[in-house]
């Protein structure tokens, strides 16, 4: 899981390094953004602000995700899948180095795949690889995974950042000094203020346009429309404060992206905490929310409504958002019926996003409107990992899930919000075993109905991606497929 947070960032040195880094020539950019990574290795946190800088950028797979989506090849250039769907030979770009100068192999790979899936795996995603079987390193430019059973989405898998080729030597100091093999290099970290990279001379593919990143972490949404005004940055991706983009609209110095991500913002729900271990309990909150009334007074306009955990530009989502709709007299009817008239008081605990710390009021005070009493904390992002998505301690949160097609959260009893419904861990084993793109459709359809009509969680809407940059800068991404900053292919044009 990844999430879409705000992170620390300190404005007060904000100026003077970023304009000694605008001086110098166009080969240099200064991008901010709200999350401060907690640290640099991607293959153990479920923290997004890893991959948003080090994605693509530092780091790489044996596939990747591009700006639209698509699945291509990455570290593998080709691969050959047998005709039982069970085993994957991978074919590796031939001349790629780590940033230290050892050569990438096939060892590597198989070194990387079993960490991520050994018992003591700290990977966040372990679930991805639990249906290997085994990994084998054919010669040095080949490998072969053999899976237990097929897997439609084994190429889709791989290309997420938990599933980045790592070498052995390099785990020790992975965490603060990431060695890995993309077009840029790490080249410093300042904790609390920002994270440098410089371009690789050494890259295997296509070189960086740019010959120096720097990644400025500014958490106030004040602060960063400061910041973006002043032109201290070059661009600010995941812009905070979506009610300042007219001003940037109309400001020719800047340009506007607003782009869509496979973030399902939620108000997720602790399904194994009385009462909300009642689906009647469940389903009144789900009515007593106005989805609408939060992308306007949260996100001011910017956000699509969901009834389920389903991205609405995905071929296969379902419009379920009638099953949930707005109605607190229903929701009263609903509480009454499950025993609690007078309503009931929970925890509403608030990761740092605005998205989550404006949107929590709002719902607090329609929830109160229904009779149930939510006791707000405000919680820094390491605090909601610990207690809210490790602890399960908690009644309600809201927090946006943006990892692609990660619908299969709900096949696991454990995940943070505890929803365990064998049915629906079967028709996912189903669907993970199933090929056939008409079979899959349907399947996908039927997941979606079926955790709309669990009421597992509130479904909110779909966080939108505002990216406020210099009109001169090219190649930015737009949409957000998974959670990236990838400036490969960034440039600036005069």
């Keep these: 899981m990844r999430f879409r947070n705000i992170g620390l960032g300190i404005i007060s040195a904000l100026a003077l390094t970023a304009s000694q880094g605008l001086a110098h020539a166009r080969g240099d950019i200064v991008v901010a953004m709200q999350l401060e990574p907690p640290h640099l290795d991607p293959t153990s946190a479920a923290a997004g602000a890893i991959d948003s800088v080090l994605y693509a950028n530092v780091f790489e797979g044996l596939t990747r995700f591009g700006p639209d989506g698509s699945v291509n090849p990455g570290l593998a250039a080709s691969w050959d899948i047998s005709a039982d769907g069970k085993t994957y030979t991978f074919t590796l770009q031939d001349g790629v180095k780590f940033h230290d100068g050892t050569d990438l192999t096939s060892e590597d790979v198989k070194f990387s795949l079993d960490r991520a899936r050994s018992d003591d795996s700290q990977n966040a995603q372990k679930a991805l690889f639990a249906g290997i079987e085994a990994v084998e390193a054919v010669d040095p430019l080949t490998v072969k995974v053999t899976l237990k059973e097929p897997n439609g989405n084994f190429l889709f898998n791989l290309a997420w950042g938990d599933a980045v080729i790592v070498a052995p030597e390099s785990i020790g100091g992975i965490k603060s000094a ?287 991606f505002p990216t406020i940059a210099d009109a001169r800068i090219r190649g930015l991404w737009m949409n957000q497929p998974t959670q990236a900053t990838d400036l490969t292919a960034a440039y600036w044009v005069d």
Excluded: C
């Excluded at 939620?266 to 106005?290: S, T, Y």
């Excluded at 609408?292 to 379920?320: C, E, K, S």
């Excluded at 149930?372 to 610990?386: F, V």
């Design 178 to 464: 990431p060695v890995g093999t993309g077009a840029f290099k790490f080249a410093n970290w300042v904790q609390g203020d920002r994270i440098d990279l410089e371009k690789n001379p050494d890259y295997w593919g296509t070189a960086a346009k740019l010959d120096k990143v720097t990644f400025k972490f500014i958490s106030d949404p004040t602060a960063a429309f400061a910041a973006v005004m002043a032109e201290d940055v070059n661009a600010f991706v995941g812009f905070p404060a979506p009610e300042n983009l007219p001003q940037f609209e109309a400001d020719p110095r800047f340009q506007v992206l607003v782009g869509s991500t496979e973030g399902e913002t939620i108000l997720a729900i602790n399904n194994k905490l009385p009462p909300l271990d009642n689906v009647k309990v469940r389903e009144a909150i789900a009515h007593a929310v106005d989805r609408q009334a939060i992308i306007d007074g949260a996100m001011f306009g910017y956000g699509t409504p969901i009834g389920t955990h389903f991205a609405p530009h995905n071929r296969d989502y379902v419009d379920l958002t009638e099953k949930s709709q707005y109605d607190p007299e229903l929701s009263k009817k609903l509480l009454a019926e499950a025993g609690y008239a007078e309503g009931f008081s929970t925890t509403l605990k608030l990761p740092p996003p605005s998205y989550a710390r404006r949107g929590g009021e709002i719902i607090a005070s329609q929830l109160r409107a229904v009779g149930i009493q939510t006791e707000i904390s405000n919680l820094e992002w390491a605090q909601w990992l610990e207690q809210v998505f490790k602890g399960k301690d908690f009644g309600l949160t809201i927090v946006s899930h943006t990892e692609p097609m990660d619908i299969g959260i709900y096949a696991r009893p454990d995940y943070y919000f505890q929803y365990d419904n064998p049915d629906f861990q079967k028709l996912f084993e189903d669907l993970s075993a199933e090929n056939d793109p008409d079979k899959r459709s349907a399947l996908l359809k039927q997941a979606q109905e079926t955790i709309a009509g669990d009421y597992v969680n509130g479904f909110l809407f779909q966080l939108a």
